[in-house]
C-alpha cells in the first residue's frame, strides 16, 4: 500500500462519494494510483457519476459533438462518447457535427433526439436547475412558471412615471 496517498487511508464509502464528484478522467486517474481500487467498481463510479453529477457545478450543461457519420443509436452513441472519454453527464447536449438542428439528450440512461416532440429536458428551476442551464443550446427548454408565479407577484411593484405610463419592477434579486 501506498502510504504517501492520502485518499488510501479513508475509508471505502467516503473515498466513493469522493469520486462521484470528480471528472470522469480524473476518476480514471484516481483507480490507476489508489490501492482501494479493488475494493470499487470503476464501471459502476463511472455510471452512477453520470446521474449524481447533475446538474453541474457549473451551472451550464456540456455540450459534446459526435461525427455527422455516426448512427443515431443511443447505443452507438454512448459507446463512442465512452470511448473518446467524455464526461456525460445526465442533461447533457448531444450535438452532430455539421448541423446544429441536430442535437440529443442524455437524461441518464439513453440519448433521446432533442427534434421529437415528445422529449422534453428537464425542468429549469427546479431540482437545482439553473433557469440557464441550457442557454444557447436548445430552444426547446422547460419552465413551470407556477413554482415562482406568487414569489414573482408578491415582489413585484408598479409606479405611475408620467401620463399614464407605469414602470413595472422587480423589488427583490432572484437568484435563479
Known amino acids: 500500500m501506498n502510504t504517501n496517498n492520502v485518499f488510501d487511508l479513508l475509508p471505502t464509502e467516503i473515498l466513493r462519494q469522493i469520486l462521484l464528484y470528480l471528472e470522469r478522467k480524473s476518476i480514471k486517474f484516481m483507480f490507476k494510483i489508489l490501492a482501494k481500487s479493488e475494493q470499487l467498481i470503476l464501471d459502476e463510479i463511472l455510471a452512477t457519476r453520470k446521474i449524481v453529477a447533475f ?21 452507438v452513441i454512448l459507446r463512442y462518447l465512452d470511448y473518446i472519454d467524455a464526461d456525460l453527464v445526465k442533461g447533457d447536449i448531444i450535438n452532430k457535427s455539421g448541423r446544429q438542428c441536430e442535437n440529443f439528450f442524455f437524461d441518464g440512461n439513453e440519448i433521446i433526439n432533442i427534434n421529437i416532440i415528445s422529449c422534453k429536458l428537464p425542468p429549469v428551476i427546479e431540482n437545482d436547475i439553473p433557469l440557464l442551464y441550457y442557454e444557447n443550446n436548445t430552444d426547446n ?34 437568484n435563479i
Do not use: W
Not at 455540450?63 to 443511443?74: A, G, K
Not at 413595472?168 to 434579486?173: A, M, T
Open 55 to 75: 446538474p453541474r457545478k457549473s451551472g451550464r450543461c456540456l455540450v459534446h459533438n459526435i461525427p455527422y457519420n455516426l448512427y443515431d443509436s443511443s447505443e
Open 141 to 174: 427548454v422547460y419552465f413551470d412558471h407556477s413554482l415562482v408565479k406568487d414569489q414573482c407577484v408578491t415582489n413585484n411593484r408598479y409606479e405611475l412615471i408620467n401620463d399614464n405610463k407605469y414602470q413595472f419592477f422587480f423589488i427583490k434579486v432572484f
